[in-house]
């Protein structure tokens, strides 16, 4: 009996008419389209049949480091022509055939530089010459779409360095570019990540040349003098301040030519006695003129942020029935969990916004803002405060999570933080709420958010020798790394509670002092490389990582904050769970017409608390879904390392499937010849899981 070709079984059954070619849709761009909303008008797969599908291929992309065995990857990939474009856990470009999982060509870059998660890839094509634009490290390169090389056309050589421009005296040099830009006619509009920490470079968002790389515009983050909202800052603040950029991406209107930017906090980012104002254009939706880079719009969400609430993720783009009328709008979230929701050409909110007033600060010095903006509708998707009544009924230390928090503050959203050995509670914690998966837009104007509720504890302490005026004092390695260092591995070097940033008191047993100085000069992943300290200060903090004693001459003030944190401590119990009462993870469904939210359901599970006959808690998640035509919802991001499909309606559970790692990615789904994919970067080494370097693609048998 002759095997039908799948057009053929859709002719049969009557799905496809003989005048009908099987369609290809692609996943053109990041989010799948320039509204970054993750949706595919794909109906092939539906809450009907989903449960049959079954692996199609995987590909195992390489670069997973086993020696720190926290590689990820962190990229959406995009599907065109039959083609799948990614990024490795090793940051190395690659293409597929996207029916097979073959690999048709992969970078093999070695720069003088050091790579970080990339989210993926940006494509162009003037009909003759395909491009894609990659980012690695503070390299930004043209490849051919159809070999992987470098365009030498662009750039020298083929590549551009996102430094160039940046630069100001006592700045470090940490500039990378872990998300792709957005294409505008004959633009490539580009921001960058930063550090965080006082020495960070500022954090301009610029658009090149597609074909010459050359700069076309800058837009100034920090504004110049004589620039709008320079008067929130101190004198020249734009020579001593930076961050402020734009590290989770952006969306375009091409048909208005407007780009929507979103950024983060001015650093330090926890503390800023030293830039008072409110500090624009930091936590800012930004709307720009996309051919010139001029200022339509903005709205501030936090004024001079001291808590690191970046806007977390790429702004969504839809239109809305509101007051009767349709209205195309654009939406930001918050880590804080709130959505902001404005009309896309004026800015006008579409629900009400309202300036609180906030708590003071307590610290010598810090100014907090008086008042913050709380929208009042949607209304948020994580709960907004932590009290006694929200620990959870199993915690295994009651006593004393209790005694902590009964000396720690808490109870509201934007206390700022304390001298230690006091504390804040953050609830959400400091990454989220929302996190920079962001969240899918249904052709319907319905928005689902995946989101955390897990509450981090941090305080500030004194820098040794810290303030704002540069002195030369001799300094230990220990005093250097309290600086420098403990704010992300901890005061006793015990690193994160997710992994994020790896313990330091055994390092002995994973690297040798070389390679350490290695990552402390070039940086690695999260990690900036502290080109503002001289090679003998990087030595001191190497040999107290391996136990020596050392002292050095060193410029202690240099921009240096007089107080650093103590970490980004997610508050667990001694069994590893957190403190919180559970959902610790969530999806939520929201009506952008009218506001209301129509379901949430937890997103993850611990098996063994499950098997206990505990509903599902949800777990801390990184990544976004991936919404349908068909109905479907489609999303990894849990640490249980399951890939699930939801119906969209009514957000009950369809398919899971195994995953060879955590999947802290967004899936994107495809179609090649009428047949429908869903495919998962499945890279883990997060929340101390697993790395991985698979990508999975799923389809119907």
């Known amino acids: 009996m002759k095997r039908l070709t799948y057009p ?19 996943w053109p761009e990041y989010n799948g389209g320039p509204d970054r909303n993750h949706f595919s008008p794909l109906t092939q797969l539906n809450p009907g049949n ?30 065109i022509d039959g083609v799948l474009y990614g990024v490795s856990a090793g940051s ?24 970080m998660n990339s989210r993926g890839v940006t494509y162009w094509t003037d009909g003759r010459q395909p491009r894609i634009f990659f980012a690695y ?70 658009a090149y040349d597609l074909r010459t790389g050359r700069i076309v515009w800058t837009f100034h983050t920090i504004p110049h003098p004589g620039e709008y909202g320079a008067d929130t800052w101190p004198k020249d603040g734009y020579r001593n301040f930076g961050g402020a950029n734009n590290w989770m991406g952006m969306a375009i209107d ?10 983060g906090t001015a650093a330090f980012d926890l503390y800023g006695s030293s830039r008072p104002g409110k500090n624009l254009f930091g936590n800012s939706l930004i709307a720009l003129d996309a051919a010139t880079g001029k200022r339509r719009w903005h709205f501030q969400t936090i004024h001079h942020d001291i808590w690191d609430r970046d806007i977390p993720a790429p702004p969504n783009l839809f239109t809305v029935v509101h007051d009767g009328k349709k209205v195309d709008a654009v ?26 007033p906030m708590p003071a600060s307590t610290v010598p010095g810090e100014k907090a803002w008086p008042t913050q903006p709380i929208p009042l509708k949607p209304a948020p998707f994580t709960r907004q405060s932590f009290s006694e009544s929200d620990i959870n009924d199993f915690v295994t230390d009651r006593d004393t999570v209790l005694a902590q928090l009964r000396r720690w503050q808490s109870g509201k959203e934007f206390i700022p933080l304390p001298l230690s050995p006091n504390r804040t509670v953050f609830f959400p914690g400091t990454d989220g709420g929302a996190q920079w998966g962001g969240a899918a837009v249904d052709e319907e104007g319905i928005m689902y958010v995946p989101a955390k509720q897990i509450p981090v504890t941090m305080g500030l302490v004194p820098t040794p020798d810290g303030s704002l005026s540069a002195k030369t004092v001799d300094r230990t390695g220990s005093q250097l790394y309290q600086t420098h260092c403990a704010s992300c591995h901890g005061q006793n070097r015990e690193g994160s509670h997710d992994g994020t940033y790896p313990a330091l008191s055994s390092i002995s047993q994973k690297r040798n002092p070389t390679s350490v100085a290695q990552v402390l000069a070039k940086g690695q992943g999260m990690m900036p490389a502290f080109t503002n300290l001289k090679e003998s200060e990087r030595k001191a903090i190497v040999d107290f990582l391996f136990g020596k004693t050392t002292s050095v001459a060193s410029n202690a003030g240099l921009n240096t904050a007089p107080y650093h944190h103590t970490g980004f401590a997610r508050w667990y119990d001694r069994a590893g769970y957190p403190v919180s009462r559970p959902p610790w993870g969530t999806l939520t469904a929201i009506d952008l017409n009218t506001g209301e939210h129509r379901w949430q359901v937890p997103l993850g599970e611990y098996p063994e608390l499950v098997a206990k006959g505990l509903p599902p808690t949800g777990t801390d998640n990184y990544g976004a879904p991936a919404v349908t035509a068909g109905g479907l919802l489609f999303i990894a991001s849990s640490r249980d390392e399951l890939i699930r499909a939801f119906d969209r309606k009514t957000g009950r559970e369809l398919w899971r499937a195994k995953l060879p790692a955590a999947g802290y990615a967004s899936p994107s789904t ?21 790395s991985g370097d698979r990508y999975v693609a799923f389809a119907l048998p």
């Open 92 to 115: 190395q470009a690659f293409a597929l055939d996207a029916t097979t999982g073959k690999e048709l060509w992969k970078t093999a870059f070695t720069d003088d530089t050091f790579a």
């Open 137 to 206: 490290g503070s390299l930004l390169y043209a490849l051919d779409a159809r070999t992987g090389k470098p365009v030498t056309s662009f750039g020298k050589g083929g590549k551009i360095n996102l430094k160039e421009g940046l630069a100001r005296p006592g700045a470090d040099e940490y500039v990378v570019s872990n998300t792709p830009g957005v294409v505008y006619k004959n633009l490539l509009i580009m921001g960058h990540r930063v550090s965080e920490i006082a020495p960070a470079l500022p954090g301009d968002v610029r």
């Open 670 to 690: 495809y179609a090649v010849n009428g047949k429908q994919y869903v495919v998962i970067a499945c890279g883990g080494g997060k929340l101390k899981t697993k």
């Open 50 to 79: 989903v449960a049959r599908l079954q692996v199609a291929w995987q590909y195992a992309s390489g670069g997973v480091d086993t020696v720190k065995n926290n590689t990820q990857i962190q990229c959406n990939p995009l599907i």
């Open 254 to 263: 091409r048909q208005r030519g407007i780009v929507y930017v979103p950024t």
């Open 331 to 356: 939406s930001v979230l918050s880590k804080q969990g709130f959505l902001f929701v404005f009309d896309r050409v004026t800015g006008k909110p579409l629900f009400p916004i309202e300036e609180r």
């Open 8 to 26: 053929a079984i859709l002719l049969t059954l009557g799905l496809l008419s003989l005048t009908e070619k099987p369609t290809t849709t692609d």
